[in-house]
């Protein structure tokens, strides 16, 4: 029998799904998102898509301050990621997409979800990246020319609200391991719920 990797193996190097994927990969700052959402565009050739590129620099400014972001400051932020002709490339309307995004709470999700009714047969799913608040506090210090710093760690995980078990269109990580580790587990998890897409 085909462990999860063969299953993932199997339908790499970007064959035909029978609908359009949006993966957010989420998660507090400094859990990796950037690196693993990489890994997984590459790997199952998605195209990638860097959530904060989208902050309008009034985000971006307050953030680097270590001034944590409000509610207000997020939604027009969610709303650009959530809005297709910005999350669908030009010229490639069928592309799968992997796109950082820290989606801290409940109802930051429900407005990207929300997206899904726009376009049928779309369909939108996040990873989420967990790790403990010390781990991360550790990894945003050691960073380099990143606007979010360590302070802005515990401000996250105040806001935090980690996926209840009805939102099963997530698909936990637990990043709190090597890298190596994290990469194989998350391409093989996501490959396969792809894998069985085929048209």
Known sequence: MADKADTAD??????PTAHRWIWFVTGPTACGKTTV?????EELKMTYLEGDDFHP????????????LVDSDRWDWLRALRDRELVKPPGKPT?????????????YRDVLREGSTDEPGLRIR???????????????AARKG?????????????????????????????????????QK??????????GRDNP
Do not use: W
């Not at 302070?151 to 806001?159: A, G, R």
């Open 126 to 140: 996040f990873v989420y990246l967990e790790a403990p608040e010390s781990v991360l506090v550790r990894r945003a």
């Open 57 to 68: 620099k009034s985000n971006v400014d307050k953030m680097s301050r270590g001034e944590p």
């Open 185 to 194: 587990d998350v391409v093989s998890r996501i490959g396969e719920i792809m």
């Open 37 to 41: 959402a990489k890994q997984l565009a």
């Open 146 to 182: 990143h606007f979010a710093g360590s302070n802005l760690v515990h401000s996250q995980f105040m806001d935090l609200e980690p996926p209840e078990e009805d939102e099963d269109d997530v698909v936990r990580i637990d990043v709190d391991r090597s890298p190596d580790e994290v």
């Open 10 to 15: 199997s339908h790499q190097g970007g064959a």
């Open 95 to 107: 592309d799968n997409l992997v796109v950082t995004c820290s989606a801290l709470k409940r109802h």
